[in-house]
């Protein structure tokens, strides 16, 4: 968990090279744990390196799921925090819930 944003990521040679494609709109649930909640997917971003620092940008959002795509990148579905009953975006719970810009390979 990185303050604000909650943090997920999973290697992609491990079965979780679909995280950072998730079709925006889509709902998703975090079942447990700090991050436990309902969250809609709102755009992707790609970065062209794997590791380093956590980019500034992260805490624009309240999820963020990360996975390497092929030798040199990492990817990124980017979301917002759902009301449990009604669906609409929460309060911020620190992330800024906007919109993100589409990524670009290359």
Same mark, same amino acid.
């Given at each position: ?51 380093g620092?956590?980019? &500034? ?19 990124f &579905? ?11 975006p929460?309060? &911020? ?14």
């Amino acid at each position: 968990m990185t303050v604000p944003t909650c943090l997920l990521a999973g290697h992609d040679y491990a079965g979780w090279h679909w995280i950072d494609d998730i079709d925006k709109g889509t709902i998703v649930k975090v079942m447990t744990g700090p991050c436990a909640g309902r969250y809609r997917i709102v755009g992707h971003k790609w970065q062209s390196r794997k590791g380093g620092p956590i980019p &500034s940008w992260m805490s624009d959002f309240d999820l963020v799921l990360q996975t390497c795509t092929g030798a040199s990148g990492m990817g990124f &579905s980017l979301a917002q925090r759902l009301e449990p009953e009604t669906g609409t975006p929460a309060p &911020s719970s620190g992330g800024r819930n906007r919109e993100a810009a589409p990524r670009g390979r290359g």
